[in-house]
């Protein structure tokens, strides 16, 4: 997708209808699985069946709560974290998910 952004401003909100223009056709954007996140080379092996299948999957490497937060907001279909907790430089995924994820019934 190429989005065209008004000029001297830092973006726009989400929601906003501002113009686009597909690079791909639909039928192929539709078969394809986004993965917003940590980098994750776990999704290597995946991403080579699922092309068997005719079936893409991309990534947009952006960190993990920013991947935790676009798959709230359903801007993607998975994300990769790894949250480390400052205090004790654990990985938290759980509490991550807890708060910065989408919100569901196992909460």
């Known amino acids: 997708m190429l989005l065209t952004i008004p000029r001297f401003s830092e973006g726009v909100r989400a929601g906003a209808q501002i113009p686009a223009r597909a ?3 639909l039928a192929q954007i539709e078969r394809t699985l986004l993965a917003v996140g940590s980098h994750d080379v776990a999704l290597d092996s995946p991403g080579r069946r699922l092309a068997a299948s005719e079936i ?3 990534s947009a490497h952006v960190g993990s709560i ?3 937060v676009a798959l709230r907001e359903r801007a ?3 994300a ?3 949250v480390l907790d400052p ?3 654990i990985v938290q995924r759980r509490k991550a998910v807890r708060r910065y994820g989408p919100r569901s019934r196992w909460r």
């Open 23 to 25: 690079l791909r056709p």
């Open 56 to 58: 893409e999957l991309v």
């Open 66 to 68: 920013a991947g935790l």
């Open 76 to 78: 993607c279909h998975l």
């Open 80 to 82: 990769g974290t790894h």
């Open 87 to 89: 205090a004790t430089g």
